[in-house]
């Protein structure tokens, strides 16, 4: 089974704290996204990745980075956490590049607070 | 702009009635959909998808249709179980490697 792990369920940050959200696939996929989940707005892209040292933006970068140094780990980084970074944020890989039908696999998600 | 829209954000059916989950788009581009099923607490997980050459697909009790002139696509379960009771997600691709998700709509089956 295509396993995809987030290394916390549940976060609780101050404001302006440095925060790192790490997710891990162990079945060599070569893309990866961090989404989040919000109520009434769905599942919002905010970075993804094709390839290792490679990322792109999505839709709302604003406030994140990611780093992705080796192909099974993907990590977002909140550079100086707000408030309105409160939300379920979700990591998901997919197993083929280029035109393909392969589904998203998604982790357990990620549930962080910031006070 | 919300590429994807799931325009009812709730559904409550009866358990054994239809649940008929509805999914339009506006990107002509897009080829390939799927819906992926979510619990609280929990990440998604996907349900079925189909392809753009074809217009339905089913497994089980899950069928998918696609009404491409329409951008339209919806998601039915019959019969439909208390175990369904989830948050839904449409979702698109163009190329298979990216996916715009919608909204989500909230299925809620009473026994």
């Known amino acids: 089974d295509v396993k995809v792990t987030q290394s916390s369920r549940y976060l609780v940050k101050r404001t302006g704290e440095k925060v790192f959200l790490e997710c891990v696939q162990d079945?060599?996929?070569?893309?990866m996204f961090w989404y989040r989940q919000d109520p009434g707005l769905g599942l919002r892209l905010i970075y993804f990745s094709y390839d290792v040292k490679m990322k792109e933006k999505g839709d709302i970068p604003e406030g994140y980075s990611v780093s992705r140094e080796k192909k099974e780990r993907f990590s977002l980084i909140l550079e100086s956490a707000s408030t309105n970074q409160t939300s379920m944020y979700l990591c998901?890989?997919?197993?083929?590049?280029?035109?393909?039908?392969?589904?998203?696999?998604f982790g357990q998600g990620t549930r962080l607070t910031v006070v | 702009d919300q590429q994807v829209k799931q325009n009812s954000p709730s559904l409550s059916v009866q358990e054994g009635r239809i649940s008929i989950l509805n999914c339009d788009y506006t990107?002509?581009?897009?080829?390939?959909f799927l819906w992926y099923k979510k619990y609280p607490a929990e990440g998604p997980t996907f349900l079925i998808s189909?392809?753009?050459?074809?217009d339905k697909n089913e497994d089980g009790r899950f069928t998918v249709f696609l009404n491409k002139s329409a951008k339209h696509l919806s998601l039915h379960i019959v019969p439909s179980q208390p175990g369904d009771s989830a948050v839904y997600f449409c979702?698109?691709?163009?190329?298979?490697?990216?996916?715009?998700f919608g909204t989500g709509t909230s299925l809620t089956v009473i026994p």
């Open positions: 189909i392809s753009s050459i074809k």
């Open positions: 079945m060599d996929h070569e893309n």
């Open positions: 998901a890989s997919i197993p083929s590049s280029g035109r393909g039908e392969g589904e998203a696999f």
């Open positions: 979702a698109a691709s163009p190329f298979g490697n990216q996916f715009y």
């Open positions: 990107n002509s581009m897009f080829d390939y």
